[in-house]
């Protein structure tokens, strides 16, 4: 019955990417091509061999799904705890279950349509931010055909909810500094929010978007104010930013925040230096001299942890076959963050691209104390990469299969 109950499920995936390549004839292709690789990824798992990742936290979410589908109505209503967060997502997925039944196909269902639609997603965010549709048609094409995000795209894990938000509060926050409406700001917040029922960490780029917010609503409202043109939205989060800033220190200061512990603490260090050395086990653990030893050595690592967050593990670290799927995928990385940062360094000055990192970076070095492994960092990193591959859009070369030749064709 599960089964069957999945192959309906991949029927209606199916039919979902029809529509959406209906919807945006520009990326059918693209649609086509990334939703046969992840279908054809989620039958592979299901019904021949478990794909990597795949056999533990994936198999623990789809158990807890069920679970709680079998719970009496007001039972699992009050079973949702907002201090469980790695069960939230899949509380929301077990009303598919309470629905129609037990099929781990099926909540792959979910996932594979969710990892279709971002890239969509994708294309739209390379798009706003380099206007430019031949780039970003590059973009959603490196998004759909990227190894590990098919992978993290068909199994039951948080990754592809973290992909899909991260996309949707990116994509209104490059609007929201293009157009400055008040609409597009609060969307973004209400997406960068929502995230840390996906992942307490990921709280931290909603802090720094609602410090972006209230800055620039300040400023705004300053000039109006020396113009005497007021606007009420505006003026109403000037004056209410002091006490929606009081609220958030008063009711999140007792919130311990995966890897940084408690905000009032996050500054003694001791959380993310337990955090460095707890993770740092197993055979793909990272070299020893990565775990600090001090306040100092915590700052003096940052940039080599950022490395191998992003980047592996590198040749010297390969010590098993399992090894190799973290290799390639870190040099896929390398390829695309090369040119970010040689189009950062050498290419003209890009705002928006200023703007995304001053949210990027504080969440990746948060990421890179909490990961002690070669594979956890593989997990974590691909949260990020859809976001990446949009902001490549402006410094990857056109990626072509033929060249064109300048000049008279022969027998001209």
Known sequence: MGGILGLLGICVVIIFMVLLGIKYPYLKNIILIGGILRILAGC????????????????????????FAEMPFIDFLNSFKTQNLALSFVWVLSFIYRL??????????????????CIVLVYKLAFL???NRVNSKQAAFIFACFPTIILYNVLILREVYIMFCFLLAFIY???????????????????????????????????????MLVIYSSSFFLTRLKLGKLL????????????????????????????LGKITNIFTFSRILFQSEVTNLGGSAYPSWL?????????????P????????????????????LGFVDGLLYLFLFYWITKGVVFKKHNQIITTLFIILIPLLV????????????????????????????????????????KGSKPNE
Not at 305 to 324: K, T, V
Not at 367 to 394: D, E, M, Q
């Open 100 to 117: 129609v039944g037990r099929s781990p196909l099926l909540l792959q269902s979910v996932s594979i349509s969710l990892g279709i639609f």
């Open 366 to 405: 948060a990421y890179s104390w909490g990961v002690g492994n070669f594979g956890t960092a593989l997990r974590h990193r691909v949260k990020f990469i859809p976001v990446f591959i949009a902001i490549s859009t402006i410094y990857v070369p056109k990626i072509t299969l033929t060249k064109k030749f």
């Open 129 to 131: 931010i380099s206007k």
């Open 305 to 324: 942890r950022l490395f191998y967050l992003l980047f592996s593990p590198f040749i010297w670290d390969l010590r098993a076959i399992n090894h190799l």
């Open 232 to 259: 009420l939205p505006n003026t109403a989060i000037f004056l209410l930013t002091p006490f929606l800033i009081g609220t958030f220190f008063f009711y999140f200061s007792n919130i311990n925040l995966p890897y």
């Open 291 to 303: 775990i600090p030893d001090s306040i100092s050595g915590f700052f003096l690592l940052i940039i």
């Open 173 to 211: 926050l490059v609007k929201w500094r293009d157009s400055h409406l008040l609409s597009d700001g609060l969307f973004a917040l209400f997406f960068f929010s929502i995230m840390y029922f996906l992942h307490g960490a990921l709280l931290i780029g909603a802090a720094l978007f609602f410090i």
């Open 44 to 67: 592979f798992h299901f019904f021949i061999l478990k794909l990597p990742d795949g056999i533990i936290d994936a198999v623990k979410f789809e158990n807890n799904a069920w679970r």
